[in-house]
């Protein structure tokens, strides 16, 4: 497998730090970021919010951060988003050596029309959209593709049937399912009519019996008056 070319970050360190700081720091188009790892000592930086978007929509995994006349690869370990997960906050960076094996995440990607589709009412199901795999640090991969198209209802395609280049191996469990095919449930005309006839009427949790009498007509008012009158009678 060809070695990827690593795409260079420029860093710039970053002094003061604090939720203020950093708050002012992003309204300049920044995102701060820490290097640590190798028995260094961490480094506060910050970089271009917009370069290192980019990379991370590409899934790069394995950046070269240039900050102070250093030029340091690093692994981007973890992105740190914003409530609603479309602003990057925050980096972590950690320091590898490219001629070490590393653990990271990939991205599992589906190809093909899986034969399965075919029967009426089929649905394609992905429930692992990652995997965990342990490579050299210039041999990650963007992603890897799983090939669907033989799969067939109530069949799964696991983590073991993934195809890896040379070189890589697999940390997540072979046995996990990373995409299946099911029927959905076809639902029972009756079970959609509100009332079957000659059914009671479902009771209402929490009606006041004022609420009752008045839906059958009567008034909340006149009922309450004709209590009265009975009350009347039994004392006479």
């Given at each position: 497998?060809?070695?990827?070319?690593?795409?260079?970050?420029?860093?710039?360190?970053?002094?003061?730090?604090?939720?203020?700081?950093?708050?002012?720091?992003?309204?300049?188009?920044?995102?701060?970021?820490?290097?640590?790892?190798?028995?260094?000592?961490?480094?506060?930086?910050q970089v271009?919010?917009?370069?290192?978007?980019?990379?991370?929509?590409?899934?790069?995994?394995?950046?070269?951060?240039?900050?102070?006349?250093?030029?340091?690869?690093?692994?981007?370990?973890?992105?740190?988003w914003d409530?609603?997960?479309?602003?990057?906050?925050?980096?972590?960076?950690?320091?590898?050596?490219?001629?070490?094996?590393?653990?990271?995440?990939?991205?599992?990607?589906?190809?093909?029309?899986?034969?399965?589709?075919?029967?009426?009412?089929?649905?394609?199901?992905?429930?692992?959209?990652?995997?965990?795999?342990?490579?050299?640090?210039?041999?990650?991969?963007?992603?890897?593709?799983?090939?669907?198209?033989?799969?067939?209802?109530?069949?799964?395609?696991?983590?073991?049937?993934?195809?890896?280049?040379?070189?890589?191996?697999?940390?997540?469990?072979?046995?996990?399912?990373?995409?299946?095919?099911?029927?959905?449930?076809?639902?029972?005309?009756?079970?959609?009519?509100?009332?079957?006839?000659?059914?009671?009427?479902?009771?209402?949790?929490?009606?006041?019996?004022?609420?009752?009498?008045?839906?059958?007509?009567?008034?909340?008012?006149?009922?309450?008056?004709?209590?009265?009158?009975?009350?009347?009678?039994?004392?006479?």
């Amino acid at each position: 497998m060809a070695k990827q070319s690593i795409p260079q970050l420029p860093a710039e360190p970053r002094t003061q730090l604090g939720t203020r700081t950093t708050r002012r720091l992003r309204a300049t188009g920044k995102v701060p970021a820490v290097i640590y790892g190798h028995q260094q000592q961490p480094a506060h930086v910050q970089v271009d919010s917009l370069t290192a978007l980019e990379l991370v929509k590409r899934h790069t995994h394995v950046v070269e951060l240039s900050h102070e006349g250093v030029q340091e690869p690093c692994l981007i370990k973890d992105v740190q988003w914003d409530h609603l997960g479309s602003t990057m906050i925050h980096l972590d960076f950690a320091r590898i050596d490219l001629s070490e094996r590393v653990k990271v995440e990939v991205q599992v990607t589906l190809t093909g029309e899986a034969i399965g589709l075919k029967e009426a009412g089929a649905f394609l199901e992905q429930p692992l959209t990652v995997v965990e795999i342990e490579c050299l640090a210039t041999d990650i991969p963007e992603k890897i593709v799983a090939d669907v198209s033989a799969l067939g209802v109530d069949e799964s395609f696991t983590v073991a049937q993934l195809k890896l280049p040379e070189g890589v191996k697999l940390v997540t469990d072979g046995e996990k399912v990373v995409a299946t095919i099911q029927i959905g449930q076809e639902l029972d005309e009756t079970t959609l009519t509100p009332a079957a006839e000659g059914a009671e009427e479902p009771e209402v949790i929490g009606r006041k019996p004022d609420e009752e009498g008045a839906e059958e007509g009567a008034e909340p008012e006149e009922k309450g008056k004709e209590k009265a009158k009975d009350k009347d009678k039994e004392k006479k």
